[in-house]
């Protein structure tokens, strides 16, 4: 009887948490839930998928993207006729670089510069083609410079498609 009796005058919150330790506890988990969102950001972007867009809605959203991506450039994009595309790139400096890049058959690429930790997204005409790869885009986040390949990569198979469709129109009046 007397070892029942042991068990049954332990105090009952010997194990429990006590108020001072719950204190001390709030903090700490505060803390650790606000580190874990370090760098992230703190509301949802809505994801575009650019190949529901149109051709207009597809510059739209790359001249959004030029504007914001870089803080001391900006971007503007144009269509020009048989899938081309005019780039004009404003520097910090006042400078202003404009060129044009024929899309039909252009690659895309996404390079990362580690000395400036900056994405570049380059389009490289197709081969024969005289000008050199051009920055299509510089950015500090990688999302912007994927956001901005697939822009630029609907952009060509809605030149190629539309350029199709316009081929086969004319090929059906004859």
């Not at 299509?136 to 198979?157: C, P, Y």
Request: hydrophobic share 35%.
């Amino acid at each position: 009887m007397t070892s029942m009796n042991m068990v049954l005058n332990q105090p009952a919150n010997r194990n429990s948490v006590t108020g001072f330790q719950r204190l001390l506890l709030v903090p700490a988990v505060f803390l650790f839930f606000s580190a874990c969102t370090e760098g992230y950001p703190t509301e949802d972007e809505l994801i575009i998928n650019p190949l529901e867009l149109n051709q207009s809605q597809r510059l739209q959203a790359m001249n959004q993207l030029g504007q914001d991506a870089h803080p001391e450039m900006t971007w503007i994009y144009r269509a020009l006729p048989s899938c081309s595309m005019q780039i004009t790139v404003n520097g910090s400096a006042s400078d202003q670089q404009t060129f044009s890049v024929q899309m039909s058959g252009a690659g895309v690429d996404i390079s990362f510069n580690k000395a400036e930790q900056i994405y570049g997204v380059k389009v490289q005409p197709k081969q024969g083609d005289t000008l050199e790869e051009q920055p299509g885009l510089l950015s500090k986040t990688w999302l912007d410079a994927i956001e901005m390949s697939n822009l630029v990569r609907s952009f060509q198979l809605g030149c190629q498609t539309s350029a199709a469709s316009v081929s086969s129109d004319t090929a059906d009046r004859s």
